[in-house]
């Protein structure tokens, strides 16, 4: 069993910066794909990056540029800058398209 927890969201003004962790415990593989998704109020959630185990990344086209998912031992990070009021959505962690983490608020506005 996987357990993912989330954390780094919050408030903040158009063009700002914020880095989202997900530390990742339990019995996990060396083989698994990491991925942050996103849920704005009334829609789907959306794949937004992910990256696999020889750190090729993918980034969906309106974070390219902006966004960036790397890895450090058991913590997946998201570094996004530049944020915009689009941006805003409540972001999950997610282990090898099953697990998931509970969540964490970005909010971007003036």
């Known amino acids: 069993q996987v357990q993912l927890v989330e954390s780094g969201g919050g408030l903040v003004q158009p063009g700002g910066s914020l880095t989202l962790s997900c530390v990742v415990s339990?019995?996990?593989?060396?083989?698994?794909?990491m991925a942050w998704y996103r849920q704005a109020p009334g829609k789907q959630r959306d794949l937004v990056a992910s990256?696999?185990?020889?750190?090729r990344t993918y980034y969906t086209n309106s974070v390219k540029g902006r966004f960036t998912i790397y890895q450090s031992e058991n913590t997946v990070y998201l570094r996004m800058n530049n944020l915009q009021p689009d941006d805003t959505a409540v972001y999950y962690c997610?282990?090898?398209?099953?697990?998931w983490g509970q969540g964490t608020q970005v909010t971007v506005s003036s």
């Open positions: 997610n282990y090898d398209g099953s697990s």
């Open positions: 990256i696999d185990t020889t750190a």
């Open positions: 339990g019995i996990i593989s060396r083989f698994a794909v």
